[in-house]
């Protein structure tokens, strides 16, 4: 994730959270995947390549996607990457973490906030 002012990089596994959602509601190739995240994000977040990449071939290996050679819109080669059922497993049990850790920052800062 690109670094300034209003760019943050993310915490460690909400990329692969991202992921799997998205993936989860549709397969798509990379490319797709930033742009899906950049906009439903209305630009909030934007996922470089070199962060990309790297995260599902990790995702790969770990058996949460499987990927399939397909066609882009443009008439290119590309991978075609779906989530497995352990990627569905996975997604769910992160979301489930993230909403803990969620509440607790929330509460900290409203505490903060008094």
């Known amino acids: 994730m ?16 991202m992921i ?24 909030l977040l934007q996922v470089e390549e070199g962060s990309l990449y790297p995260a ?4 790969l290996r770990e058996g949460w996607l499987e990927s399939e050679t397909g066609i882009s819109a443009k008439g290119r080669p590309t991978r075609i990457y ?3 059922d352990a990627g569905v497993r996975h997604l769910d049990a992160e979301v489930v973490s993230f909403e803990k850790m969620f509440a607790g920052i929330t509460r ?3 505490v903060a906030q008094a």
Do not use: C, W
């Open 82 to 84: 779906r989530v497995t």
């Open 2 to 17: 690109a670094k300034n002012s209003e760019h943050r990089d993310l915490f460690p596994g909400a990329l692969e959270i």
């Open 56 to 59: 599902l071939q990790r995702m």
């Open 108 to 110: 900290v800062l409203a």
């Open 20 to 43: 799997l959602k998205i993936l989860r509601l549709k397969p798509m190739h990379g490319y797709a995947l930033v742009k899906h995240i950049k906009q439903v994000s209305e630009n």
